[in-house]
């Protein structure tokens, strides 16, 4: 299982980010995805989760309204929209075969000034 997180960065709040996750070594139409988050000294949070088809996503409370998740399973990829972002929102994002937090692979950044 190798999957790759990409797209974080430095944004004001109330910007926006788009993440991307490229899975290969696996049969990635065949998974459920999910996205979690650790912000510094914190444990991993759990942020989304979507079906092996697609379609409704799922969403933690501290991010519903805000955050999309979506799969291209042509590409093998999974996608976090990231709209309307918060200083809480800091933290090293990571994408997962289901929710099992130890298939992540590199994670990718996001930092949201005030």
């Known amino acids: 299982v190798q999957l790759q997180a990409s797209g974080g960065g430095l944004v004001q709040a109330g910007g926006s980010l788009r993440l991307s996750c490229a899975a290969s070594?696996?049969?990635?139409?065949?998974?459920?995805m999910s996205w979690f988050r650790q912000a510094p000294g914190e444990g991993p949070e759990w942020v989304s989760s979507i079906g092996s088809a697609g379609g409704t996503a799922i969403y933690a409370d501290s991010v519903k309204g805000r955050f999309t998740t979506s799969r291209d399973n042509a590409e093998n990829t999974l996608y976090l929209q990231m709209n309307s972002l918060k200083p809480e929102d800091t933290a090293v994002y990571y994408c997962?075969?289901?929710?099992?937090?130890?298939?992540r692979g590199q994670g990718t950044q996001v930092t949201v000034s005030s």
């Open positions: 997962t075969r289901q929710s099992d937090f130890r298939s």
């Open positions: 070594g696996f049969g990635f139409r065949n998974y459920t």
